[in-house]
């Protein structure tokens, strides 16, 4: 049963990606339907459609979701510090060893303040990680984003454009705090309907996930083919690094092989999509936001090789795991 559950969500998985590989390049192709419709600008659709795949995160999620922070509190701490410490440095490191524009750089920084997303929930249940603990992480991660992210861009990514410390803090609660409130409060009111709501919910955050990623590459067409291969390489970087930094900074701290790779990928894995929210909020999609929306195929991609691999190489003693809802919920950008 579980063999089955796993070969699922890795083929699920593998559909997502190609889903998002595929708007990305329809996007390059044809802009103009991902640009406007009937003189509404598409642009504008971005932050909703982000309140409603964080509503949706609200609605998986429960007191439970923090138990973790009770039994393996230093874990837990060990995750979220890793994910804020490792990715912002990586982020600015990058974009001044690249030397890209200032907006571009920016954006290369802001992906790396971003917490991390849904996707690594999954990644962790498929490479046989430390599920619970991938949860508890996410979750504070994305609870102590109006806080970090605004204070992380303000030190790092200062240098490059003007950081509206308050403002970016109020963009984040609104797409964020806000909207997994109100999910929590949902899912306490409705909770016999959480199982029809939890298969609706992950066919929302795909179809939102998908439209976001072509409206920026719509957005930021021009920019993409001047810097597109030179800021896909710098993504990867990043990308892999994290991978590499996270999982072996966990080792450091003697955790076992499962905690490990939950760190890894916690640390590896970004909220590409919250990221594209405050660039679009910033009035910078086509720039700023670049990075974050390069930053989601190709962590998909990636994320999925590393995650089939560990899950045909499975520690060889396993804590005992339990799958949550929101396993069932689709990856971010």
Request: proline share 6%; hydrophobic share 55%; net charge positive.
């Amino acid at each position: 049963m579980k063999a089955e559950t796993n070969e699922r969500s890795s083929y699920s998985n593998l559909i997502y990606t190609a889903l998002i590989i595929t708007a990305v390049a329809v996007a390059m192709i044809f802009p103009g339907p991902f640009t406007e419709f009937n003189g509404f600008s598409l642009k504008k659709l971005i932050v909703p459609l982000l309140q409603v795949i964080m509503l949706g995160m609200g609605t998986t999620m429960s007191i439970k979701d923090f138990e973790s922070v009770i039994k393996q509190p230093r874990a837990v701490f060990i995750g979220v510090a890793c994910h804020f410490l490792i990715m912002p440095l990586l982020g600015f490191t990058l974009a001044n060893v690249f030397k890209f524009p200032p907006e571009i750089a920016a954006g290369v920084v802001l992906i790396g303040c971003s917490p991390s997303g849904l996707a690594s929930n999954v990644m962790c249940f498929i490479a046989k990680a430390n599920v619970p603990l991938s949860i508890t992480i996410t979750t504070l991660a994305t609870l102590l984003a109006p806080f970090l992210m605004p204070a992380l861009m303000k030190l790092f990514a200062g240098q490059f454009i003007e950081i509206s410390l308050w403002a970016m803090m109020i963009h984040i609660t609104e797409i964020v705090i806000v909207p997994v409130i109100v999910g929590l409060i949902l899912n306490r009111i409705f909770h016999k309907s959480a199982v029809v709501i939890n298969r609706i919910m992950p066919l929302i955050s795909m179809a939102g996930i998908v439209l976001i990623v072509a409206i920026i590459t719509a957005a930021g067409r021009d920019s993409l083919l001047t810097v597109g291969w030179t800021l896909a390489l710098c993504v990867l970087i990043h990308n892999l690094t994290g991978f590499t930094l996270g999982y072996w900074a966990a080792r450091l701290f003697g955790m076992d092989e499962q905690s490990c790779r939950t760190v890894a990928i916690e640390v590896g894995l970004q909220n590409g999509g919250l990221a594209s929210g405050i660039a679009v909020q910033m009035g910078k999609v086509a720039t700023v936001g670049l990075a974050p929306a390069l930053f989601g195929p190709i962590m998909n991609t990636t994320g999925s090789l590393l995650a089939t691999y560990w899950s045909q190489h499975p520690p060889k003693e396993m804590a005992p795991t339990e799958t949550s809802p929101q396993l069932a919920k689709t990856q971010d950008v």
